[in-house]
């Protein structure tokens, strides 16, 4: 408890008369009384207000300041809309004795900073945060060097008269920094713990960010979005989860929650590097959006999922990323689905969303199944995309073309006409029989092996066989027919547009009889697949077939 008062007047008197050559006015461990109200003071002085005890709310409102501490102070509210300082706000812990532990900044009906100009940093480490009323910490439209808001306690306890009284602040975040520009490097929310009872827990919807935005092992409890970031700008990377990799024995996994939306809505978020979220526990109940959504986002040169527990409450949608744009894309399949190798219910499983999103290429995560070929065809397989998307599949293709491995493509490109078939979008039954008889035949014109290794082999059998039989059923007219002549028979009828086989003019079929007409007619169907045969050889030489599916 402090053990001296001081009165609030007395401080606005001492800033109103300062000088650029005065000292800070500085207190520590006062009982403060009265209403420090300094609005529109313009002072060049610093304020150093540490481990003090205020009665009243304090008020900042556009007042011009070189510098502001309140370390370890505890107040009602701070309302410092529009103000400027020079150099830093310090709103984090301060050590009031001696060798006991270090007092956090505490506030019990919220912080407005809303359109203040900082030119230094806002350090908020530590602090304790609450609000009965709108966001706890509201920064909308502030301009800081680096925002510094680790190890802090922020709580939202809006009730429902509050948020039938006022629904659009009620709706805000926890934190709110809706607009805020930060022209350093760095906003730094790790080790946090955010709840909101009515609304958003960060929010964030067109921040920028020059730098980078760390979200290690913070922990956010919402009703609405756990983490809000539509539009925001981020120049070098986003960081959930895991932040060090050397200190293990400090991480801790990020925690996001949100009882009624999603964990994380990042739409048309744009970052400059790296987007990573590294281990990691994200809950949603969103049934269309998903638990993690990047619609239409440019996430860098790298998105990182690795490692990470994804549950959608009210869907089956736990990722989207439709219409987002990375260089690398690093998505174990285990993450998505535990039953890799084998076929999941299509009434539980888990559903990702990838139409329109572009990576130029996957990673393989050494020790985990993770973005191998078969692996990522069952993720894009009909039970775990909502829908039927022709882009994901060629995305896929493309990265593993663009790698050398172009028979993974190819496979990638089956896969997706298998995908088809079993849609509404092939068509009705006849279309969908002529998928199956493409993939039989040649895999759609991306296996032209098969034509040469087994259906070529298949029907010239088949037609040696036919004039062997022939001969045996006494469909020939001749008895002089040996083995060449029973085949050049077959070659003969079935291969007519290669002339007739030498020797065969006193060994022909016999159209008296009714064998002779079965086996012609047999023949005919014979000719009949080798046209086609043919055909899908001469149109997989042109590359016709891969153009037109």
């Known amino acids: 408890m402090p053990e001296f008062a001081v009165p609030a007047e007395l401080i606005r008197e001492r800033l109103l008369v300062a000088t650029p050559f005065t000292r800070p006015v500085e207190i520590q461990g006062a ?8 609005e529109d003071v313009n002072s060049p002085a610093s304020l150093h207000l540490k481990g003090c005890y205020f009665l009243h709310p304090v008020i900042m409102r556009n007042a011009r300041l070189a510098r502001v501490a309140l370390d370890g102070s505890r107040l009602e509210s701070l309302d410092a809309r529009g103000l400027h300082v020079t150099q830093d706000v310090s709103l984090g812990r301060f050590e009031v004795h001696k060798g006991r532990k270090p007092q956090a900044f505490t506030v019990t009906n919220g912080v407005l900073l809303d359109g203040a100009r900082i030119k230094g940093d806002l350090i908020c480490t530590g602090a304790h945060l609450e609000s009965n ?7 909308e439209g502030i301009r800081v060097r680096n925002l510094l808001l680790d190890e802090m306690t922020v709580e939202t306890k809006g009730s429902k008269e509050v948020q039938s009284r006022d629904k659009e602040s009620a709706e805000k975040g926890a934190i709110q920094l809706s607009g805020a520009y930060v022209t350093g490097g760095l906003v730094d929310c790790r080790m946090s713990t955010v709840k909101n009872s009515v609304g958003h827990g960060f929010q964030g919807n067109g921040l920028r960010v020059r730098g980078s935005m760390f979200f290690g092992g913070i922990e956010v409890t919402s009703r609405d979005t756990a983490i809000k970031l539509l539009g925001a ?3 070098i990377a986003l960081v959930f989860g895991r932040i060090s990799m050397e200190r293990r024995d400090r991480q801790e996994d990020t925690h996001l929650t949100s009882t009624s939306d999603s964990a994380v809505r990042a739409d048309h978020l744009h970052v400059g590097e790296r987007t990573t979220l590294v281990g990691g526990t994200y809950r949603g109940s969103r049934k269309q959006e998903g638990v993690l959504g990047f619609l239409g986002a440019e996430l860098g040169i790298s998105l990182d999922l690795r490692e990470i527990h994804m549950v959608n409450e009210d869907g089956r949608i736990i990722l989207n990323l439709e219409d987002s744009r990375v260089a690398r894309l690093i998505l174990p399949a ?11 219910d299509t009434d539980t499983a888990k559903k990702i969303k990838l139409d329109g999103a572009e990576f130029s290429r996957t990673r393989k995560i050494r020790g985990t ?3 191998q070929r078969d692996d990522w065809k069952h993720l894009l397989r009909w039970h775990h995309d909502p829908d039927y998307c022709a882009h994901p599949y060629e995305r896929l293709a493309l990265s593993y073309r663009d790698s050398g491995r172009d028979k993974d493509a190819r496979n990638v490109l089956i896969a997706q006409q298998n995908h088809l078939a079993k849609t509404e979008d092939a068509g009705n039954c006849v279309s969908k029989a002529g998928l199956h008889i493409l993939r039989a035949l040649n895999g759609y014109g991306y296996r032209v092996s098969l034509l040469f290794l087994v259906w070529v082999p298949v029907l010239l059998t088949v037609t040696f066989s036919a004039g062997v039989f022939a001969h045996w059923f006494d469909a020939t007219n001749g008895c002089n027919c040996n083995l060449v002549n029973q085949f050049a028979i077959g070659l ?3 291969f007519y547009v290669f002339g007739a086989a030498s020797g065969t003019e006193q060994c022909t079929l016999d159209m008296r009889t009714g064998a002779g007409q079965g086996v012609y007619a047999f023949f005919w169907l014979l000719r009949f697949a080798s046209w086609v045969i043919f055909t899908f050889l001469l149109g997989a030489f042109l590359n016709l077939i891969r153009k037109l599916h």
């Open 334 to 344: 285990d993450a998505i689905c535990n039953n890799l190798r084998g076929k999941c």
């Open 31 to 38: 009982v403060v009384h009265g209403e420090l109200n300094l």
């Open 133 to 139: 009323e709108g966001p706890a910490f509201s920064g």
């Open 233 to 235: 700008e981020v120049g």
């Open 492 to 494: 003969n009828k079935v």
């Open 369 to 371: 199944n993770a973005s």
